[in-house]
């Protein structure tokens, strides 16, 4: 079973509806009890990092997706929820993220226009089973401001937009995608589908 965290900033009925339409049960949860048992955890958001990790801290499910990731259990952080997964934002401040991968969060500079809207490109740099079926320069969509700029090589997808920015990331068994996969019709169906079948 999937469990869909709650941490009160998350876009997380479409979600759900997403992982239904591709046969996956799920639940929608912000009690670290409830989410303990889930085999898999999702971590949607929508928002600012900063108010997002202090709801993350103060509803007591950091040590809960800490553990999560470091059982060797897949987690999957969408949007704003895989910029959380990294080690520093500098959205509105300078704030600490989960740092379950080492990299930073930065701004779109003012050469594009932001936010980054619409459907946009990934390009495969690197193989994954969160990869399987997706098809080579698929659209897919994408509403956000800032971009990771990873420590690490842990980059599946690159996306063009003035630059080439990390779309997708994998470190063993924790993922992130930058785009919304609920709102990119068949290839964030499949994504969601392979995630589910990790």
């Not at 952080?77 to 997964?85: D, F, N, R, S």
């Not at 956000?144 to 997708?168: A, K, M």
């Amino acid at each position: 079973m999937i469990g869909i965290v709650d941490y009160h900033l998350n876009n997380l009925r479409s979600v759900q509806k997403a992982f239904e339409k591709v046969g996956v049960q799920s639940f929608i949860s912000d009690d670290p009890a409830e989410l303990q048992s889930a085999e898999k955890l999702v971590l949607p958001g929508v928002g600012a990092f900063g108010q997002a990790m202090e709801n993350i801290r103060a509803l007591g499910l950091q040590p809960l997706l800490l553990d999560h990731a470091a059982s060797g259990r897949p987690l999957l952080g969408i949007c704003l929820g895989m910029q959380l997964l990294f080690s520093k934002s500098y959205e509105l401040g300078a704030y600490d993220g989960l740092g379950i991968m080492r990299g930073s969060v930065k701004q779109f500079p003012d050469t594009v226009k932001v936010p980054h809207m619409g459907w946009n490109q990934i390009e495969k740099v690197k193989q994954s089973p969160l990869l399987k079926d997706v098809v080579e320069n698929s659209f897919v969509y994408f509403v956000h401001s800032y971009f990771v700029v990873p420590d690490d090589d842990v980059t599946l997808t690159q996306t063009e937009y003035g630059f080439r920015f990390t779309s997708i990331v994998q470190d063993q068994n924790v993922f992130g995608i930058q785009f919304h996969p609920e709102k990119s019709q068949t290839t964030g169906l499949q994504l969601l589908k392979n995630f589910a079948g990790l």
